[in-house]
């Protein structure tokens, strides 16, 4: 597989846009279950989650680094699992990079426990586990 990387210019908008498609399908396939935080109408944050009707999925945390260190994270963290636990949906994953010590020092401090097997971090938020 080979890319190239180069600056994103007004050209690139429409292809802008088929990936932000992709992830309203994603959106929509799991409403009500993704947040953004914004501060004075702009977005400063965000979190992805969906769930496959017995495990919630996290992805995609992101905090502008201007914002970090004000529990915009957490807060996230937070409401996605609320409205995953309103589906239903105890126990949640997100994946890590091996390579990003501050994600997991991020995750680990939530509470979330590593899963050495597959580097995989999991909590359970209520109910029982299912494995």
Known sequence: MSYTLRPLNLADHL????????????????PGLSFVAEVADEVVGCLMAGHDGRR??????????????????RALVDACLAA??????AKSHCDVLVSNA??????????????DDILRFSVITGGEDNA
């Open 84 to 89: 995953l636990a309103q589906e239903g949906i």
């Open 102 to 115: 501050a994600a997991q020092a991020f995750w680990a401090h939530l509470g979330w426990a590593r899963r």
């Open 56 to 73: 919630g999925y996290l992805q995609h945390l992101l905090v502008l680094p201007a914002y970090r260190g004000q529990g915009i994270a």
């Open 15 to 30: 292809h802008l846009l088929a990936l932000m498609q992709a992830t309203a399908r994603y959106l929509a396939r799991n």
